[in-house]
């Protein structure tokens, strides 16, 4: 006899607790006796949307920099592989994300380190140009010389016309990094780089005493320095449709349609997840069923979100087959759009995707570094106890409230299209 159980039953809190030094920064701990190891991740609240038109990709370029060490430690990662840890980072629109994971009696190693680089890090002339070498060498393997890389450089500023998500986290134009120098570097670092701009979370075998008195010693000489006060200009609603047209040296047609949702933190973001994992999140889904294998339309056929803290996009990616008309094939994605209005998603469908949601965040939480990105992340968004509100949110989502998002979501209106093809022959 087989009996169903829903994952509900197996959803739990993510306990932490939680300090503030006099300097502002935060500190947030969760205490996870069932491994040896423990996170420190330290959450600059600092992305590409924080930089100047006429100097981006200096957020990415600091991921970078923070890893050429101090006068005091010239070499940042040999201490932490002598410590038995691994560490890394990552960059986006909103933020910037260093982490360090090593043996939880090493703890303290990890503290030295963010500190010392935190207040000192070197920005001398050779150190900057090594890195800004090695950034815009991405730059071009990532976004000029890759098939089909230059999608989100011709994206973004389709979609925004005022608001700095115009733009990706490595840059608008590879000549902005390379005419950075030590001057702006230091200026973007003595801004963004303080204790009142970061979010420091534990998590691990850990002891939050601990980790508040290891807080206290290494960071809480830092000089706190002025939290930057966030003045983004507001992207005015679209009203009509944008199209653009480009050829490329590409094998097959690409079609991109890009609609514009509400913020990370607001009702859509939670509604638009699922209906994304019902049209594209498994092989048995919507658009890989009806686009891919009945209709015959695109070879790969996807729809995601791109998730930032401000108003972001829900975005339908498809490679075309050989010898479909684009139009043809856009035509077929609005009619799917459209069936979600006139028929409400089944029961089925809609319990899947909750099932699934469940499935990953059980799944993302047995990791310790996933657990402590996820508090600091909430953190910056307002609260993070936001972590055990989520699943509420995801759980009470239902077939109607998905019918009338997207109802107002995919309207021509409201989208902006790239047809990306192959060059004529």
Same mark, same amino acid.
């Given at each position: 006899?087989?009996?169903?159980?829903?994952?509900?039953?197996?959803?739990?809190?993510?306990?932490?607790?939680?300090?503030?030094?006099?300097?502002?920064?935060?500190?947030?701990?969760?205490?996870?006796?069932?491994?040896?190891?423990?996170?420190?991740?330290?959450?600059?609240?600092?992305?590409?949307?924080?930089?100047?038109?006429?100097?981006?990709?200096?957020?990415?370029?600091?991921?970078?920099?923070?890893?050429?060490?101090?006068?005091?430690?010239?070499?940042?990662?040999?201490?932490?592989?002598?410590?038995?840890?691994?560490? @890394?980072?990552?960059? @986006?629109?909103?933020?910037?994300?260093?982490?360090?994971?090593?043996?939880?009696?090493?703890?303290?190693?990890?503290?030295?380190?963010?500190?010392?680089?935190?207040?000192?890090?070197?920005?001398?002339?050779?150190?900057?140009?090594?890195?800004?070498?090695?950034?815009?060498?991405?730059?071009?393997?990532?976004?000029?010389?890759?098939?089909?890389?230059?999608?989100?450089?011709?994206?973004?500023?389709?979609?925004?016309?005022?608001?700095?998500?115009?733009?990706?986290?490595?840059?608008?134009?590879?000549?902005?990094?390379?005419?950075?120098?030590?001057?702006?570097?230091?200026?973007?670092?003595?801004?963004?780089?303080?204790?009142? @701009?970061?979010?420091?979370?534990?998590?691990?075998?850990?002891?939050?005493?601990?980790?508040?008195?290891?807080?206290?010693?290494?960071?809480?000489?830092?000089?706190?320095?002025?939290?930057?006060?966030?003045?983004?200009?507001?992207?005015?609603?679209?009203?009509?449709?944008?199209?653009?047209?480009?050829?490329?040296?590409?094998?097959?047609?690409?079609?991109?349609?890009?609609?514009?949702?509400?913020?990370?933190?607001?009702?859509?973001?939670?509604?638009?997840?699922?209906?994304?994992?019902?049209?594209?999140?498994?092989?048995?889904?919507?658009?890989?069923?009806?686009?891919?294998?009945?209709?015959?339309?695109?070879?790969?056929?996807?729809?995601?979100?791109?998730?930032?803290?401000?108003?972001?996009?829900?975005?339908?990616?498809?490679?075309?087959?050989?010898?479909?008309?684009?139009?043809?094939?856009?035509?077929?994605?609005?009619?799917?759009?459209?069936?979600?209005?006139?028929?409400?998603?089944?029961?089925?469908?809609?319990?899947?995707?909750?099932?699934?949601?469940?499935?990953?965040?059980?799944?993302?939480?047995?990791?310790?570094?996933?657990?402590?990105?996820?508090?600091?992340?909430?953190?910056?968004?307002?609260?993070?106890?936001?972590?055990?509100?989520?699943?509420?949110?995801?759980?009470?989502?239902?077939?109607?409230?998905?019918?009338?998002?997207?109802?107002?979501?995919?309207?021509?209106?409201?989208?902006?299209?790239?047809?990306?093809?192959?060059?004529?022959?």
């Amino acid at each position: 006899m087989f009996i169903l159980v829903s994952l509900a039953y197996f959803a739990f809190m993510i306990g932490f607790e939680r300090h503030k030094l006099a300097n502002g920064l935060k500190v947030i701990v969760h205490r996870d006796e069932g491994t040896p190891m423990v996170t420190t991740n330290i959450l600059y609240d600092a992305g590409s949307r924080d930089e100047d038109p006429e100097a981006t990709g200096f957020a990415h370029l600091f991921e970078h920099l923070m890893f050429e060490g101090t006068q005091d430690i010239p070499l940042f990662d040999v201490p932490v592989m002598m410590a038995g840890g691994e560490n @890394n980072a990552f960059t @986006n629109n909103d933020l910037t994300n260093y982490y360090i994971t090593l043996p939880a009696n090493n703890l303290e190693t990890a503290f030295w380190l963010e500190s010392d680089r935190m207040r000192g890090l070197d920005l001398a002339e050779e150190r900057l140009a090594n890195q800004k070498s090695v950034v815009t060498e991405e730059f071009r393997q990532r976004y000029i010389n890759q098939p089909y890389g230059d999608l989100l450089l011709l994206l973004r500023p389709l979609a925004y016309r005022v608001h700095p998500y115009r733009w990706p986290a490595i840059g608008m134009d590879i000549s902005h990094i390379e005419k950075a120098d030590s001057i702006s570097a230091r200026r973007f670092y003595d801004r963004f780089y303080t204790p009142s @701009n970061a979010i420091l979370s534990v998590a691990g075998n850990v002891d939050p005493d601990v980790v508040f008195r290891l807080a206290e010693k290494w960071f809480g000489a830092v000089p706190p320095g002025d939290r930057p006060e966030r003045k983004l200009p507001v992207e005015p609603g679209q009203t009509e449709r944008r199209e653009l047209t480009v050829h490329r040296p590409v094998p097959a047609p690409h079609l991109i349609m890009a609609f514009h949702m509400g913020s990370r933190e607001s009702r859509d973001f939670y509604i638009l997840d699922l209906l994304t994992d019902i049209l594209a999140g498994c092989d048995s889904a919507r658009f890989p069923d009806i686009l891919v294998r009945k209709k015959e339309l695109f070879s790969e056929a996807d729809i995601y979100l791109s998730g930032e803290a401000d108003p972001g996009l829900v975005i339908f990616s498809g490679r075309l087959r050989d010898g479909i008309d684009v139009r043809k094939a856009e035509e077929a994605v609005r009619s799917e759009f459209e069936r979600l209005t006139a028929e409400r998603v089944t029961a089925a469908e809609l319990d899947k995707a909750r099932n699934r949601y469940e499935s990953h965040r059980l799944m993302s939480y047995i990791s310790a570094s996933n657990k402590a990105f996820s508090l600091a992340y909430h953190e910056v968004l307002g609260d993070a106890e936001g972590i055990n509100r989520e699943h509420e949110q995801y759980m009470s989502v239902t077939a109607e409230e998905i019918a009338s998002t997207a109802g107002f979501t995919f309207r021509s209106g409201n989208c902006s299209v790239i047809y990306y093809l192959p060059e004529k022959r």
